[in-house]
């Protein structure tokens, strides 16, 4: 192949070297305010009253309130219930009140100062068990946002035949997206009346879709531009749709262009985080190490609204079985409403919640039946014709003992375990050593019927000048997009991937290709673009036998096919294939088309004074069907590798009263490349039949898999079974306290 | 009071003791066929064909078949999935397949044995385990009728603070209701079209609406009439709607009456019998006995169709977790569709399954902690102001420890244990004795907004020549509605008992009062007709002055009150009380109105060569709010008890290859006069403000309170706690080896 599986060179990779990208804040728009937030103090209670100290200059000041918003206050996501900007009620702190434009950005931040709110404060809801306990009713009755019940065969049957019973509470924490660019946009109304909304986003469409109901207007009077994005990782999934309406709501009311730029510690302390999770297993196995019942019980804390809180626990508790096969299952998961900021969509949404629990259960059984956890897992592994917990049969691109397999035998998985058991019975050792291993799935595209309901559509478009445009709504946001779609599109033309044009999306050009989230582009959006670049080759074959191998051709067939159009385009929409089959209400069938699997193992080492964790060898074999772009995708690989790392070992999301004590990147610790280990990295690929060339997808996989290995190999060092995140320094040393105290 | 509170005689008593009560089959109907039903041989397959012996007299006999329904071919209740006569499916044995009439009985059940069925035979699905492992697919995608969930606090928070967690499961069989007289129902078509069916029943109106849709015509033109009935025990409840819908399916297509009268193993065998059930408990427990979590999963066999297996789920669910306050519990239900033939109502609906459990539950949790399971009870008994497990805070009339301490202290519970033990020690006795105790809960009325649906009406009539009727459609079954009601009319008007007349229901003469099911007509139906006593009374008095006190008083009154039309009445709906909330999807809130409380102590001696359990003695204290009757009230007691001493020690349905083996009464045993030991029965009276006179319910709590105080007893007797009814001398003394074997 030409195109595919070819590492070539990133389609904005040159001007983002040269430092010629435009990102939003770099674009100069003439008159324009900024735009700021003021933001609740408090968690949970009513606003009283506003007070403007008098002896500031107002009148320089646009203010917006939520009386400003033309049409309805809410920010359209899932449920209507979190509103633009808040009214009397407040559900946590930093919660948007009003908003204040000015033309000199540090005169509107000073105006913030000059502001007094009294609140009449509430008891605040802090905690998943206290929102269970119903301390306040915060949201309907019960506080529930979402509950699943996922139910195969008979756990019940299942423990009473099972010889061993192992039970085990894991807790994993917040996390920070921590992209390099904040969130940020600008908005203005053109005379037409068009409102356009240009930024840093994921998810053109979703934004809006949002714009509708706060500022009514007929759709092609809505404008969503992508701007050169500096990393979304789920945190501009949603987001966007809240600082877009505020910013559109300020440029609305000044008749001005506005820009709402968020500094680091803005966006840390207000924008959603990663679902902190209580996960409870309770699993039945014979002692051969079959797995018999599995009973998993998942809390996730959803924060103040719902945003996307639904859709996180429903892949949480998809993915909550780990990648084994076990003939009684029983996952009854819950989001819970509390008075902490809303936390929404990351990298992984909620996999790597429920597969941390999932896995290192795992080595806690092998431990109680006196087993290898390695043994353990190739006993129960998927395999093909395996029935998933929601009763889906896998029917092809089952990679899961291959990734295992291959990754154990590339680290040396047996021989180095051997070899710290001996490192480590030498007492003059300033550290310990271990070496964990864990095994992950991870399911590819939207669940069930969702990429249906998306009802997705890009294509191709060929100008009359001979330029191939892909026409998609598809952002590239670092992973890769642009150059993995014009791969794709390429190889099937049979052209160089250089004739490929792509352009940040625009919603006024593009069509809505669905969201860039949910490993669902490559998949998905690569299938359509395949599709497309297969009747346009069609189309112009028709008209003159070949595809042209020079420019020149391609000019003249395009002029010929274009007859005077500027530009003839050809468009596919997502069509289910008949055998997805999914019950939403009963959590039965297909939850996915297929599912991409990773397997790592984890060398490090423990200092017996600090209880600093360094990894000191990373080794990760990974099924992702096809690799359009290997450098790309080992670039995935090993950026995922690396923020998991961070989840694992260093990132400590503190809250105090529902708000982040430590917003800032002093201590706020992400890895470094220091923190960084040398990582060896294995694609294997088990083509899927309906991805384009075989792929399924590759962006959240990489995340499930590091933190349950890292906590395995800590385990295997000192002995210590830890299961809450992240793996500090503190943490494992009380461990050994309780350890030697007992 | 002079009518409430008193034992007057039964108003149907001397009619039944003369033996003129007219019961179904003592009706002569001129022309009259003998209808009888053709009924699979199979429990799972099709109908292939079906052959006539062309040597039988056809011509004489009428033959209905599911093509001859002129509407839809459904027997109306919860779902509309089952068939008044299967088609080409054939779900259960005994399923209904086609109907022959005739003038003479005899022939026409020799006409059946000229009927062949040539079946394709299907796998039979006759367990909920193989059910559950969708062996075959019998309902919808996962054969689960009905799933529910009820969730308070957190079970598994629970679970790790506590400091022992006690698991058992528990199994429960089928029963029959074994009523004196079996179903039996006549139907015929009137000159003006109207359908006409009569017969023995619990609730006409049921019976009415069923018939809409098999035979559509105008309401008015269908009219049904209970006869005087021979025990109903929720057998009663919709087999009618089966069994009428034959009669009248031959009627119509004779143009003559039909009788149709099962004999009693045609009604064993093919008529709904209570739900099997599967109850799992792990509880989480303090040291002290204070029970701090508690998991329930239930699930019921609900047979080959829906039937009422949703409401008999939901009320064996809402009853689970026994008459305990706990911070957290979790309740998992599921009904599940088999082979078997349909599970239905039966006194209790639920209740006895899950209660059985919970109580014997309680007495392995206090063996356990090697605690008295009466202090254990008393730790955790509900009290006013507790909080059930669906979030209702029980707020008035909560007699649970008043009936467990009176039960107690009348039975001598303390010291006559102690006489056990030491009769026990005694190795030459022939005998082992112990002491059972067991509490719990019922709620009366239907659940949660049930009430509100039925909206029940009923009320009074006075006819001009002075007379009192009853207006409601609630049924006199045995059990007293008759009485009960008159005497709460009589108390509220201040006239004689007899003043009061009250007929067996017509539907085209009374309204509809709701079914007479649930422990409903009492709370219910009383206190409607009490309302509707004061507003005659009220009437009256305004007309002249005071109520009349002599016939001839009443009747210048009444001319008066109903110038010139023959009666005036006064027609009560049902209100449900605005603090009643409840929320049907989560499952939370007011499950019922009110509960009533029973306590049971049960000495009983077991012999050592042939285990068969006799009892001793019985005591038993029941808080129903208020006697209306007592005499009545203790009969529905006594009887409960019986039947419930039935379930618990002696009736076995053996069922082969979705057939009942033992459906007759020499082999399906129930108590006699002989199994039935000295009763002591204190009635406990804690009034409900919203009961007629304070009163509750007393249909189904007799039953609950027997089977486990059996069990506890035949653990305190003989150290064996066995988890399954019936407590056979078979099963005893299995246990007995296996103990001895240990």
Redesign the interface.
Known sequence: MLAVGVSSRRKEGPEKLCGVAKYIDDYHLPGCLFGVTLRSSIPHGTIKNIRFDPKFPWDDCVIARAADIPGQNYVDLIEHDQPLLAEERILHAMEPILLIGHPVRATAYQALEHIEVDYQESEPVLSM?DS??LRQVLYR??N?FK?I?IEK??T??GM?KSDFIVEG?YRVPSQEQAYIENNGVAAWEEDDGTLVIMGSMQCPYYVHKAMKPLFPRREEKIRIIQTTTGGGFGGKEEYPNMIGGHAALLAIKSGRPVKMIYDRHEDMLATTKRHPA?I?HRTGVRRDGTLFAQEI?I?MDGGAYVTLSPVVLSRGAIHASGPYQCPNV?I?AKSMATNNPPSGAFRGFGAPQTLFAAELHMEKIAATLGIDSLALRRRNLFRQGSVTATGQVLRESVGASEVLERAVQRAKYVERRKECKQWNRRKDRTSWRGVGLSVVFHGAGFTGAGEVHLASRAGLSLTREGEIRVEAASTEIGQGTSSMLAQIVAETLGVPYQWIQIDTPDTARVPNSGPTVASRTCMVVGSLLQRAALRLKTAVAELQGTFPHTRAGLRTAARKLANGKPAVSFIEEYRQPDEIQW?EE?Y??DAYGVYSYAAMVVELEINKLTYEVRIRRLTTAQDIGKAINPVLVEGQIMGGTAQALGYALLENVIFQNGVMQNAQFTNYIIPTTLDTPPMSVELVEKPYSRGPFGAKGVGELPFDVPAPAVAAAVFHATGLFIPELPLLPERISRAKRDQTAR
């Open positions: 068990e269970i306990a009755s019960d529930v509950r019940l065969g008979d019940g049957a009473a509470e209580r409870r019980e809390v029983r009854l019950d009963k039965k069938g």
